[in-house]
T-cell receptor, first 116, second 113 residues
Framework: GDSVTQMEGPVTLSEEAFLTINCTYTATGYPSLFWYVQYPGEGLQLLLKATKADDKGSNKGFEATYRKETTSFHLEKGSVQVSDSAVYFC???????????????FGAGTRLAVHP | DAGVTQSPTHLIKTRGQQVTLRCSPK?????VSWYQQALGQGPQFIFQYYEEEERQRGNFPDRFSGHQFPNYSSELNVNALLLGDSALYLC????????????FGEGSRLTVL
């Protein structure tokens, strides 16, 4: 079945460091790919998405490119802040025949801790 | 505009008991999905409701059941609770015509003793 694999955490960085969180996927179809973020005490929030190969999703300085050839969707940010400390989840979803999206399949999550 | 609201936020049950969790979707949304998030893991899809029908179901036993009401709110019921059912239960809403973005509630944390 479809699956998502993320790099294990925690990832600990100093403020203004460069961030990469690796994500690879296995899917039989042509999924859309997502990054969700979970801040302490809050629900999951969509950070960015890409719906087809070579698309780049971006938001709040984060970006990820849908790489079909390497089945990857790595999350990057050029300069992290303390406020970026959170758990980041990579996910995929296939389109339902009736429109809207099928279920989301999540990776295990990667905890990011940014220190001043 | 209220987002997705879930209740209760925390609850403790004992093995064999039954639990009902509730979810009100974001205004304008007609589709509700439920996920189970075990500690240190990513959310796992339980099922999705649209137009008061279960549209899609994940790999969960029949002890897990749900309902969607005409106002689009939803309930998740779990019978014969096991220790392994201890988790954060997340509700997510979306519009059937808009793809890609689920709005999640903060979850209901269930502890089974």
């Amino acid at each position: 079945g479809d699956s998502v694999t993320q790099m294990e955490g925690p990832v600990t960085l100093s403020e203004e460091a460069f961030l990469t969180i690796n994500c690879t996927y296995t899917a039989t179809g042509y999924p859309s790919l997502f990054w969700y973020v979970q801040y302490p005490g809050e629900g999951l929030q969509l950070l960015l998405k890409a719906t087809k190969a070579d698309d780049k999703g971006s938001n709040k300085g984060f970006e990820a490119t849908y790489r079909k050839e390497t089945t990857s969707f790595h999350l990057e940010k050029g300069s992290v802040q303390v406020s970026d400390s959170a758990v980041y989840f990579c996910a995929l979803s296939d389109l339902l025949f009736s429109g809207g999206y099928n279920k989301l399949i999540f990776g295990a999550g990667t905890r990011l801790a940014v220190h001043p | 505009d209220a987002g997705v609201t879930q209740s209760p936020t925390h609850l403790i049950k004992t093995r064999g008991q039954q639990v009902t969790l509730r979810c009100s979707p974001k205004s304008g949304h007609d589709t509700v999905s439920w996920y189970q998030q075990a500690l240190g893991q990513g959310p796992q899809f339980i099922f999705q409701y649209y137009e008061e029908e279960e549209r899609q179901r994940g790999n969960f036993p029949d002890r897990f059941s749900g309902h969607q009401f005409p106002n689009y709110s939803s309930e998740l019921n779990v019978n014969a609770l096991l220790l392994g059912d201890s988790a954060l239960y997340l509700c997510a809403s979306s519009s059937g015509q808009i793809t890609g973005e689920l709005f999640f509630g903060e979850g209901s944390r269930l502890t089974v003793l």
